[in-house]
């Protein structure tokens, strides 16, 4: 399967190297077979074989910042507030919403998920869900660290939230007297926060810029700021909140979809919101008085469809639930909210404006385009008898072949939670059956008739629904690789070959990164690329449209967002076109073999 996705997308000089390699690799007696019975040693002696090597490799060793490069973001339909006070109601219902959340996930009420698409109706793993709200991602010098707080504090530790406002950071218990607060008690407070940060002489530098850095610059001012026990302890507080609220100031951006989708993902920089974040927590959410709003994830304890699930419940609690604002007898009786004190010196400082520099280089760096393809939805797709995500992931394919002449390893998330503690596994979308379609559509296409194409689309969806079936249900090469590859380290083996080569290092070079996160709510899901010089796209299939989220890096002279989602437009198009043309040749033909039978010819 190896030698297979990767024999179109590297030189054949190169491919016949690596062939000689895979097939030392796995000879009887080879480094492959020994690596292949620890493995399956390994597998008697844990839950998941491949979990802890796939988060170390995926997300803790990995250095760079957590903003754009690592964690998601799913944007809310844009809020018409009216005033301040609505805009912290909203923001008092919606916390509201996450504690009664974070209620069915405690007491192991949340219904069990089920497959859908491929293989629909297998019952999946839930252990994601409880990471939700009790994880947080401690900075290290070579890798991070998975913090986890009790699910359920004790009476004499209250759970508490962060709130960030005007970059600063207040502590709001949620319990008060053995109770939780209800929602008209978290409004209150709310707006004492506000009052609190409005006071500039009481302001401390916005040192959650620092998390805003690359993992080993944070770990390095960590170790500064932990020097002082008001800095221990103010982290502490970071590390065990439920989650982080950020009250936003309005910015003067146009709430279009690209640029809502760039304020959640890294607020603006420090001249907006940028610094009113706290990117370690695994929750966050963003409520900006202009109705920008939705939540931020990070992304090393579940995968998008936690966000999603999550999401759509609270926007569905927050409709249908009517907001509870009669006045409680204990508003006066609440403790007010604190805010989270910090200690800093002129070493710390420097730390911190070098911080916010290298923010202010990200943001300027990552090029968004959000874009509703409005011409047709899944609905059109499914009468052709095709896979929505695997016709669209052939139609990327074409995108990214007209914009550069070549195809890339792409990576297309795969759920793997039919397995216990299961997260995910790649589909190898740019298959040979993609190069052969895109080229139909290109190259070759004066050479070739409609129903040429028209074969070599479905060929192309046939293989890709294949390979997704065979991710799903844990038979795909990357987790299996990587735990070879992982297991030779663990060994103190030497490197084998198959991992120095150069055509291992392209695999894994995810120039194109893909993942469909449908909703069924108004919303939609947003990250940046995985590489300098490559592509992160986002979709939603909807009934009659698709939204797509595309981002690249404007350093990059390979990349433009504007540029490809245009080769998407043309390409979803053409491809339609292609359909309605062979339908109508299979329609008249159908008709003539009807006619000729009934007149005897």
């Not at 006071?199 to 002082?228: M, N, Y």
């Not at 298959?431 to 379609?437: K, M, R, V």
């Not at 004066?446 to 689309?457: F, H």
Request: hydrophobic share 35%; glycine share 6%; charged share 25%.
């Amino acid at each position: 399967m190896y030698l297979k996705s990767m024999e179109h997308l590297v030189g054949k000089e190169q491919f016949s190297k690596t062939k000689t390699i895979v097939e030392k690799f796995g000879a009887r007696g080879g480094a492959g077979e020994t690596l292949q019975k620890k493995l399956l040693e390994r597998r008697e002696m844990t839950t998941n074989w491949i979990y802890d090597y796939w988060l170390q490799d995926m997300y803790l060793t990995n250095r760079v910042a957590l903003p754009v490069n690592s964690n998601p973001a799913m944007v809310f339909p844009k809020q018409a507030f009216r005033d301040r006070k609505d805009a912290l109601r909203f923001a008092a219902h919606l916390v509201t919403g996450v504690l009664e959340y974070k209620s069915l996930i405690d007491t192991q009420a949340l219904a069990v998920d089920y497959a859908r698409g491929q293989l629909a109706g297998t019952p999946l793993c839930m252990r994601q869900y409880s990471r939700m709200f009790t994880y947080y991602r401690r900075p290290g010098h070579t890798a991070d660290t998975q913090i986890e707080s009790p699910a359920a504090a004790a009476a004499s530790e209250p759970e508490h939230i962060i709130v960030a406002c005007k970059n600063q950071f207040f502590v709001l218990d949620i319990v008060s007297n053995l109770k939780r607060l209800n929602e008209m008690d978290i409004l209150s407070q709310l707006e004492k926060i506000v009052s609190m940060a409005e006071r500039s002489q009481d302001s401390l530098p916005p040192f959650g810029l620092f998390t805003s850095d690359g993992r080993k610059e944070w770990a390095q001012a960590r170790d500064e700021l932990i020097k002082d026990p008001t800095n221990r302890a103010s982290l502490a507080l970071m590390e065990s909140c439920v989650c982080v609220v950020c009250l936003d100031e309005p910015t003067k951006l146009e709430p279009s979809d690209t640029n809502r989708a760039l304020l959640l993902l890294h607020g603006g920089g420090r001249d907006m919101n940028g610094g009113n974040r706290w990117y370690d927590k695994s929750m966050q959410y963003v409520v900006g008085m202009d109705g920008v709003c939705g939540v931020l994830c990070e992304h090393s304890p579940f995968e998008g469809i936690v966000m999603v699930q999550s999401s759509e419940y609270l926007l569905k609690y927050m409709t249908r639930s009517p907001s509870k604002m009669a006045r409680s007898l204990s508003v006066t009786d609440l403790s007010p909210p604190r805010r989270l004190p910090w200690k800093s010196n002129p070493h710390i400082q420097a730390l911190l404006s070098g911080s916010s520099d290298r923010l202010q280089r990200l943001v300027a760096n990552l090029d968004m385009d959000g874009y509703n393809f409005k011409f047709y939805g899944k609905e059109f797709i499914k009468k052709q008898r095709m896979s929505p995500d695997a016709y669209i992931q052939v139609a990327l394919q074409l995108a990214f072949y007209r914009c550069n002449g070549r195809l890339v390893s792409t990576y297309e998330s795969a759920s793997i939670r039919r397995f216990q503690e299961g997260r995910v596994d790649n589909i190898r979308s740019a298959t040979p059956e993609a190069l052969a379609f895109v080229k139909s559509m290109t190259d070759e296409k004066p050479a070739l008739s409609d129903s040429e194409r028209m074969k070599r689309l479905r060929d192309a969806i046939k293989a890709q629904t294949d390979y997704t079936i065979a991710a799903i249900t844990g038979m795909a090469i990357d987790n299996h690789l990587l735990g070879l590859r992982e297991m030779a380290k663990e060994l103190k083996m030497e490197q084998p070959d198959i991992f120095s080569d150069e055509t291992y290092r392209a695999s894994n070079q995810f120039i194109l990164s893909t993942s469909q996160v449908s909703t069924v709510m108004e919303m939609f899901c947003c990250y940046g690329p995985v590489v300098p010089n490559g592509y992160g796209a986002c979709y939603n299939p909807q009934a009659n449209h698709i939204v797509f989220c595309v981002s690249s890096f404007r350093e990059s002279t390979e990349t433009c967002s504007a540029v490809f989602t245009k080769a998407l437009e043309q390409g979803l198009l053409e491809i339609r076109d292609l359909c309605h043309r062979s339908g109508a040749a299979a329609a008249a033909a159908a008709y003539n073999y009807i006619v000729c039978t009934a007149s005897g010819t």
